[in-house]
């Protein structure tokens, strides 16, 4: 099925601990996003690529990094996890940036 | 500063109609969204509106005036299943979407 996966679907990490969000889509969109949800505001961008290979800064970047070795793949890294990162993530794909429909993923839900 | 705005709540009966209102305050504009999110998943695309006046999907209605900064989706003959959260989202000048917090939309019986 054709479409945007995201895993693990729920974890629960130790403060400190290194953890990786994967995203993977097969849609061969050219623009990819990692967003935070959390209660009462709305979606926050935390990192985004507009084309493999590059990437750039969000909203809240801060505590995160990604890559974007190829058109598929758009992990997100906390290098070392706090608790104010407990949160909803969800990773996003487009064919163009911001202008055309986001397909979400089903979200990884993250607590710290 | 950049700003969606939509109201936090709405409650409406099975097979109203319901309003749901964004204003937004942006540098530039380059499109209006809105995504439907049910609890606990992700959201999924319902409209665009890029230009003023009325888009019309089956049961759901997307209007927009660019002038007023202004923006409504329009839900007719509710059912039960259009419990969730609205989200309405500009693409600014620089191409960057502006996400509002959502509306959560009660239907009751």
């Known amino acids: 099925i054709a479409g945007i996966t995201q895993a693990p679907t729920s974890q629960i990490l130790a403060a400190g601990r290194r953890m990786t969000l994967r995203c993977t889509q097969d849609?061969?969109?050219?623009?990819m996003y990692w967003y935070r949800q959390d209660l009462g505001l709305g979606l926050r961008l935390i990192h985004y690529s507009n084309t493999a290979g590059t990437t750039g800064k969000g909203e809240v970047p801060d505590g995160y990094s990604v890559s974007r070795a190829n058109t598929d793949d758009f992990p997100l890294t906390l290098a070392s996890a706090v608790p104010s990162q407990t949160s909803v993530y969800f990773c996003?794909?487009?064919?163009?940036?911001?202008?055309?429909?986001?397909?979400f993923g089903e979200g990884s839900r993250l607590t710290v | 500063g950049q700003n969606i705005d939509q109201p936090t709540e709405m409650t409406a009966t099975e097979g109203a109609i319901v309003q749901i209102n964004c204003t937004y305050q942006?540098?530039?504009?380059?499109?209006l969204f809105w995504y439907q999110q049910h609890a606990g998943e992700a959201p999924t695309f319902l409209s665009y509106?890029?230009l003023d006046g009325l888009e019309e999907k089956g049961r759901f209605s997307s209007f927009l005036s660019r002038s007023k900064g202004y923006s409504y989706l329009l839900l007719k003959e509710l059912q039960m299943k259009d419990s969730a959260s609205y989200l309405c989202?500009?693409?600014?000048?620089?191409?960057?979407?502006?996400w509002g917090a959502g509306t959560k939309l009660i239907i009751k019986p």
């Open positions: 989202a500009v693409t600014d000048s620089n191409y960057q979407l502006i």
């Open positions: 942006t540098s530039g504009f380059n499109g």
């Open positions: 996003a794909s487009s064919d163009s940036q911001n202008t055309g429909e986001l397909f």
């Open positions: 849609m061969r969109h050219n623009a």
């Open positions: 509106n890029v």
